[in-house]
């Protein structure tokens, strides 16, 4: 057995509980049966439960660098919907629920969610100041709106969920787009 192969199925496992029970509802003993390994062996990567979920949260919950924003002026639903298919989030579902589900009570959850929500903004807040060039004054408008569209893209895993409904990036895209016009 490959040692990083434990560990990722250790994490996996721990993802998937996590996603689905709550980090406190969730033993140690339930996520080494789940991975198929040993207990101790959890506590040889993981000392405490609480590292499992460091982990998660700064391995699986991030934005990726380097990525363009491909924003076509005076386009600004096009631009936000580029946005929205390329997004540079990675994260998947079951760790936006466990980023949202945690973040009341564990601090690293909670921070790295605020991060994540930072850098989407600060990317769709750039998308949108390309998109209408010459938007003087318009600062304000373009912050809640890039805020709002950061929100959906985040939550919607989580609205799903609870609701069986799928948020459309598009329809979003098309309807901030409006507001501004």
């Not at 924003?71 to 997004?87: H, M």
């Not at 060039?133 to 890039?146: I, K, N, Q, T």
Request: with cysteine; aromatic share 4%.
């Amino acid at each position: 057995m490959v040692i990083g192969d434990v560990r990722t199925r250790i994490l996996d496992a721990a993802e998937e509980l996590f996603a689905g029970r709550g980090y406190e509802a969730t033993t140690t003993a339930v996520i080494a049966k789940f991975a198929k390994v040993p207990k101790r062996l959890i506590a040889q990567y993981f000392p405490q439960k609480i590292d499992m979920l460091v982990a998660l949260v700064n391995e699986r919950a991030v934005i990726e660098e380097g990525r363009e924003v491909e924003a076509v002026p005076g386009d600004l639903a096009g631009t936000l919907a580029r946005l929205a298919r390329a997004l540079p989030l990675r994260a998947s579902p079951s760790m936006r629920r466990i980023l949202f589900r945690e973040a009341d009570t564990h601090g690293s959850v909670k921070e790295r969610l605020t991060r994540l929500n930072g850098e989407l903004v600060r990317r769709a807040r750039f998308a949108l100041e390309l998109a209408m060039p010459g938007a003087r004054g318009d600062a304000a408008r373009l912050e809640v709106a890039a805020a709002m569209f950061a929100a959906a893209l985040l939550y919607q895993e989580n609205l799903c969920q609870l609701t069986g409904h799928q948020i459309d990036p598009d329809a979003v895209a098309e309807l901030i787009a409006h507001s501004l016009v």
